[in-house]
């Protein structure tokens, strides 16, 4: 019997197997508004630099629609980022005190827990409300 | 087989992603509220220049920056090569230049205030 | 027992007159409570002799009937055709070059699992009457849902990484490496670094994480590699940044 193995050749017919790989790619993809929306402050510290009437002229482009729309999809992608990633957390960062292994969720939990803690507290200093 | 130096990427990479997991999110609603018309106290030109005027927010600042960026051109880096680009490297080179670029350019702006 | 017939697409391939592989449908009398291994052995036994696929247990142990069913890498004898409706889309598992049929070639996967060494190399080898290895349950536990694996290589299949990256070491050998790393009794793990911790061991993984969903005995390959992928981490960072650590 003569072998003649057949290659099946990979490009892009795995994001379709299953909705976990367009889910992947999404959070994957949260990268160009995290790394978009930190460039942008980048601008601003420059702004900052150039003394008040600048600064306020940043503050005005802030306020145009798209920068809008592009803020708040920021927000949705960078919240994405946080979750799927203290969702993972446990996985990468196993605690085992004794015999038994903490539980994922308690290590998940403890992260949004000092996430959300963490945010609140630079809404007060910031004087957002 | 050599060990790699993956870990000289990957290293400021889960740092970043640990970093803006906790930090942006709640970066991206200050200036979204300042967007809306809610400018929080500190958005305001005095309040903010005299807060980046202190060293140690410079310096806290230009770590947010880097490992913000570095983390997003490493997971781009990645995804472009998950999407059919192959050239890696070039790449690579174009994500992280643009992080470290974009880093320094922080911390010089910073050095002015 | 209530009886069902369902319709299966198989892809065949015969390498000694197909060029490529091609679907074919089978209506399959099937019982209620059959897995789609029962369905393919009707086949082979009633409808077509000729279909190949590998299997033995019938009972999620031996891990050699890995398929892909409707998409997803799955243990023919494990998926329930209650599970599923409408036709059924049977494909040998992905990203595995295709041999015949639902049969895949698997040297690659072979080749990885003994380079990574996965048996116990002790610290200290001692003598027979020195009696055995001794553990606690603290320390069989560090490493225990690692050793669960049956090679079944779903995970390979569901990997975008290894299918696109064939030359990664992959998630089932790298976990493996990991088991022994974690085990007390066991001192190889420099020897494994340098296949684990090199560009295509560990360094090629993206935490998609599908390994770790496909896997039928829950072994959670992701959590392995991204354990390996810190340890890897601070082993570098310890040797270079700090190299007056070193001896
Ligand atoms: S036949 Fe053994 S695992 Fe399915």
């Known amino acids: ?129 | 087989m050599a060990r790699s130096n993956k870990p000289i990427v990957w290293g400021p990479f889960a740092a970043g992603g640990t970093l803006t997991a906790f930090l942006t999110p709640v970066l991206i609603l200050l200036t979204l509220l300042a967007a809306l018309g809610h400018v929080p106290d500190l958005l305001a030109y005095d309040r903010m220049h005299a807060f980046a005027a202190h060293w140690l927010v410079k310096v806290a600042t230009v770590a947010v920056v880097f490992l913000s960026l570095w983390s997003a051109a490493h997971r781009l880096r990645i995804t472009c090569y998950d999407l059919g680009v192959r050239a890696d490297t070039l790449v690579a080179a174009i994500v992280y230049a643009i992080a470290v670029a974009a880093s320094v350019a922080a911390a010089a702006y910073l050095l002015l205030i | 027992m209530s009886e069902r017939v369902v319709e299966l697409e198989v892809l065949r391939y015969n390498p000694e007159t197909d060029r490529e592989p091609h679907f074919r449908r089978y209506s399959v009398p099937c019982r209620e409570e059959w897995v789609v291994l029962d369905a393919l052995n009707h086949v082979k036994e009633n409808i077509d002799p000729t279909l190949s696929y590998r299997w033995s247990c019938h009972m999620a142990v031996c891990g050699s009937c890995g398929m892909m069913i409707n998409r997803e890498p799955k243990l023919a004898c494990k998926s329930f055709l209650r599970d599923y409706q409408g036709v059924i889309r049977v494909e040998p598992l992905a990203h595995f070059p295709i041999e015949r049929d639902l049969v895949t070639v698997i040297d690659d996967f072979v080749a990885k699992l003994k380079r990574v060494k996965p048996y116990l190399i002790p610290k200290q080898p001692k003598a027979l009457e020195d009696g055995e290895y001794r553990q606690t349950p603290a320390q069989l536990k560090r490493y225990k849902q690692f050793t669960l694996c049956i090679n079944c290589m779903l995970c390979y299949a569901a990997c975008p990484e290894y299918g696109l990256i064939p030359k990664f070491i992959g998630p089932a050998a790298l976990s493996l490496a990991h088991r022994y790393n974690q085990d007390s009794r066991d001192g190889g793990r420099e020897e494994r670094q340098q296949e684990i911790a090199a560009t295509e061991g560990v360094w090629e993984c993206a935490f998609v994480g599908a390994c770790s969903e496909v896997c039928p005995e829950h072994v959670d390959p992701a959590a392995a590699l991204q354990q390996v992928k810190i340890k890897s981490t601070v082993d570098w960072y310890l040797e270079h940044a700090m190299p007056w650590l070193n001896k």
């Open chain 1, 1 to 129: 019997m003569s072998r003649k193995p057949y290659v099946r050749a990979l490009r892009w017919e795995w994001l379709t197997r299953h909705p976990r790989y367009p889910r992947y790619l999404l959070r994957e993809l949260s990268c160009l508004f995290i790394g978009g929306w930190t460039l942008m402050m980048v601008w601003g510290l420059a702004r900052l630099a150039q003394g008040p009437e600048a600064w306020a002229a940043f503050l005005d482009a802030l306020r145009s629609p798209a920068s809008i729309v592009l803020q708040a999809l920021a927000l949705a992608f960078a919240v994405y980022h946080s979750v799927t990633w203290f969702n993972l957390t446990p996985k990468a960062l196993p605690l085992q005190l004794g015999e038994d292994f903490v539980a994922d969720r308690v290590i998940s939990g403890a992260h949004f827990a000092v996430w959300g803690l963490l945010s609140l507290a630079v809404l007060l200093l910031a004087g957002a409300f």
